[in-house]
Protein backbone atom coordinates (compact mmCIF):
# COMPACT_ATOMS: atom_id res chain seq x y z
CA UNK A 1 0.00 0.00 0.00
CA UNK A 2 1.16 3.23 -1.09
CA UNK A 3 -0.43 6.51 -0.25
CA UNK A 4 -0.01 9.69 -2.67
CA UNK A 5 -1.44 13.31 -2.21
CA UNK A 6 -3.86 14.62 -5.34
CA UNK A 7 -6.16 16.97 -6.04
CA UNK A 8 -9.79 16.32 -6.12
CA UNK A 9 -12.56 18.12 -7.39
CA UNK A 10 -16.13 19.50 -5.77
CA UNK A 11 -18.21 20.17 -8.45
CA UNK A 12 -21.82 21.85 -7.62
CA UNK A 13 -24.91 20.87 -9.95
CA UNK A 14 -28.29 20.83 -10.88
CA UNK A 15 -29.57 17.97 -9.43
CA UNK A 16 -31.39 16.90 -12.29
CA UNK A 17 -30.98 13.96 -15.31
CA UNK A 18 -27.90 14.09 -18.41
CA UNK A 19 -25.85 16.77 -15.93
CA UNK A 20 -23.83 14.32 -14.76
CA UNK A 21 -23.48 12.68 -18.41
CA UNK A 22 -22.65 16.45 -19.31
CA UNK A 23 -19.89 16.32 -16.94
CA UNK A 24 -18.74 13.29 -18.02
CA UNK A 25 -18.81 14.06 -21.78
CA UNK A 26 -17.01 17.45 -21.43
CA UNK A 27 -13.86 16.04 -19.28
CA UNK A 28 -14.12 13.07 -22.22
CA UNK A 29 -13.54 15.53 -24.90
CA UNK A 30 -10.60 17.46 -23.17
CA UNK A 31 -9.09 13.49 -22.58
CA UNK A 32 -9.42 13.54 -18.91
CA UNK A 33 -9.73 10.35 -17.29
CA UNK A 34 -11.96 10.22 -13.74
CA UNK A 35 -10.43 7.58 -11.67
CA UNK A 36 -13.00 7.97 -8.54
CA UNK A 37 -16.20 9.66 -8.11
CA UNK A 38 -18.58 9.87 -5.48
CA UNK A 39 -22.13 12.08 -5.52
CA UNK A 40 -24.03 13.34 -2.82
CA UNK A 41 -27.91 14.52 -3.25
CA UNK A 42 -29.44 17.41 -1.57
CA UNK A 43 -32.88 18.71 -2.67
CA UNK A 44 -31.40 21.18 -5.16
CA UNK A 45 -28.13 20.26 -5.93
CA UNK A 46 -25.43 17.55 -5.96
CA UNK A 47 -21.90 17.38 -5.20
CA UNK A 48 -19.81 15.71 -7.31
CA UNK A 49 -16.52 14.98 -5.75
CA UNK A 50 -13.93 13.40 -8.25
CA UNK A 51 -9.99 12.84 -8.41
CA UNK A 52 -9.05 13.20 -12.24
CA UNK A 53 -5.79 12.75 -14.72
CA UNK A 54 -5.46 16.10 -15.21
CA UNK A 55 -7.58 18.57 -12.28
CA UNK A 56 -5.97 21.73 -13.31
CA UNK A 57 -7.05 21.18 -16.92
CA UNK A 58 -10.97 20.12 -15.25
CA UNK A 59 -10.48 22.77 -12.98
CA UNK A 60 -9.93 25.38 -15.73
CA UNK A 61 -12.89 24.05 -17.99
CA UNK A 62 -15.46 24.12 -15.32
CA UNK A 63 -14.52 27.45 -14.32
CA UNK A 64 -15.09 28.25 -18.18
CA UNK A 65 -18.79 27.30 -17.81
CA UNK A 66 -19.09 29.21 -15.08
CA UNK A 67 -19.80 25.94 -12.66
CA UNK A 68 -18.80 26.12 -9.36
CA UNK A 69 -15.89 24.09 -8.84
CA UNK A 70 -13.58 23.59 -5.06
CA UNK A 71 -10.09 21.85 -5.11
CA UNK A 72 -8.90 20.12 -2.28
CA UNK A 73 -5.78 17.72 -1.89
CA UNK A 74 -7.02 13.82 -0.79
CA UNK A 75 -4.93 11.20 0.00
CA UNK A 76 -5.28 8.17 -2.42
CA UNK A 77 -4.67 4.68 -2.25
CA UNK A 78 -4.22 1.98 -4.44
CA UNK A 79 -4.50 -1.10 -1.76
CA UNK A 80 -5.44 -4.63 -1.51
CA UNK A 81 -9.14 -5.76 -1.59
CA UNK A 82 -8.79 -7.65 1.18
CA UNK A 83 -11.38 -7.66 4.97
CA UNK A 84 -9.15 -5.50 7.05
CA UNK A 85 -7.17 -3.50 4.79
CA UNK A 86 -9.69 -0.19 5.39
CA UNK A 87 -9.50 -1.27 9.28
CA UNK A 88 -6.29 -0.96 8.75
CA UNK A 89 -5.70 2.26 7.29
CA UNK A 90 -8.15 4.25 9.51
CA UNK A 91 -6.08 2.12 12.23
CA UNK A 92 -2.95 4.07 11.13
CA UNK A 93 -4.60 7.52 11.04
CA UNK A 94 -6.36 7.30 14.23
CA UNK A 95 -3.21 6.26 16.09
CA UNK A 96 -1.41 9.47 14.42
CA UNK A 97 -4.68 11.38 15.32
CA UNK A 98 -5.54 11.89 12.30
CA UNK A 99 -9.55 12.66 11.41
CA UNK A 100 -10.66 10.83 8.07
CA UNK A 101 -13.32 13.67 7.27
CA UNK A 102 -14.60 11.47 4.66
CA UNK A 103 -13.43 8.69 1.92
CA UNK A 104 -14.78 6.38 -1.02
CA UNK A 105 -13.56 3.66 -2.56
CA UNK A 106 -14.60 0.64 -5.11
CA UNK A 107 -13.00 -2.58 -6.32
CA UNK A 108 -14.38 -5.11 -8.47
CA UNK A 109 -15.37 -8.20 -6.75
CA UNK A 110 -12.49 -10.30 -8.40
CA UNK A 111 -10.13 -7.70 -8.53
CA UNK A 112 -6.58 -7.83 -6.33
CA UNK A 113 -6.56 -4.02 -5.64
CA UNK A 114 -9.07 -1.19 -5.46
CA UNK A 115 -8.80 2.20 -5.17
CA UNK A 116 -10.05 4.36 -1.74
CA UNK A 117 -9.86 8.42 -1.52
CA UNK A 118 -9.40 9.84 2.04
CA UNK A 119 -9.86 13.42 3.13
CA UNK A 120 -8.19 13.23 6.14
CA UNK A 121 -7.88 16.49 9.04
CA UNK A 122 -4.17 16.93 8.71
CA UNK A 123 -3.25 16.02 5.10
CA UNK A 124 0.51 15.70 5.85
CA UNK A 125 0.74 13.92 8.61
CA UNK A 126 -2.08 11.64 7.14
CA UNK A 127 0.46 11.27 4.47
CA UNK A 128 3.34 10.41 6.67
CA UNK A 129 0.91 8.13 8.97
CA UNK A 130 -0.34 5.69 5.79
CA UNK A 131 3.47 5.55 4.09
CA UNK A 132 5.19 4.62 7.69
CA UNK A 133 5.66 1.02 8.45
Known sequence: MKAQIATQLAIFLANKPGTLADVCDTLARAGINI???TV???????VVRLVCSDPHKALRI?????????????????GE???????RIARKMAKH???IEYAYCASGPSSRTGLL?????DIKRGL?????R
Open 35 to 37: YAL
Open 40 to 46: SDTVDHA
Open 62 to 78: FEEHATLVVDHEVLVIE
Open 81 to 87: NRPGSLA
Open 97 to 99: KVN
Open 117 to 121: VIRPS
Open 128 to 132: KALNS
